[in-house]
């Protein structure tokens, strides 16, 4: 059974820095397209970065420039560098897993099989 677990989240303020963590278990990690999405209060969920099996990147343009994704297969980690953040960047953030081949593009929130419970990110202006 896949497991993630997100950690990392708190509050800061504005143009301050965090750093998430998602541990995962289960499944062979390096095999793993891994994505972070976040959710804000009254919004949807949306994409906020991916990483795949050749670590290539992707980045919703809301958080380019300042989140990094990267990931370390030999701790089955995938983190997420949260940098010159701002009020809205407050939500809930949700580490999610692909072990499939899916069709589905790497923002697509409908490629991920697991997901985590979630960390709450708040920033304050």
């Known amino acids: 059974q896949v497991q993630l677990v997100e950690s990392g989240g708190g509050l800061v303020q504005a143009g301050g820095s965090l750093r998430l963590s998602c541990a995962a278990s289960?499944?062979?990690?390096?095999?793993?397209?891994m994505g972070w999405f976040r959710q804000a209060p009254g919004k949807e969920r949306e994409f906020v970065a991916g990483?795949?099996?050749?670590?290539?990147?992707y980045y919703a343009d809301s958080v380019k420039g300042r989140f990094t994704i990267s990931r370390d297969n030999a701790k089955n980690t995938v983190y997420l560098q949260l940098n010159s953040l701002k009020p809205e960047d407050t939500a809930v953030y949700y580490c999610?897993?692909?072990?499939?081949?899916?069709?589905?593009?790497?923002?697509?929130?409908?490629?991920?099989?697991?997901w985590g419970q979630g960390t709450q990110v708040t920033v304050s202006s």
């Open positions: 289960g499944r062979t990690f390096s095999s793993g397209v």
């Open positions: 990483i795949g099996r050749s670590g290539y990147t």
């Open positions: 999610a897993a692909d072990y499939s081949n899916s069709v589905w593009s790497i923002q697509a929130q409908a490629r991920y099989e697991y």
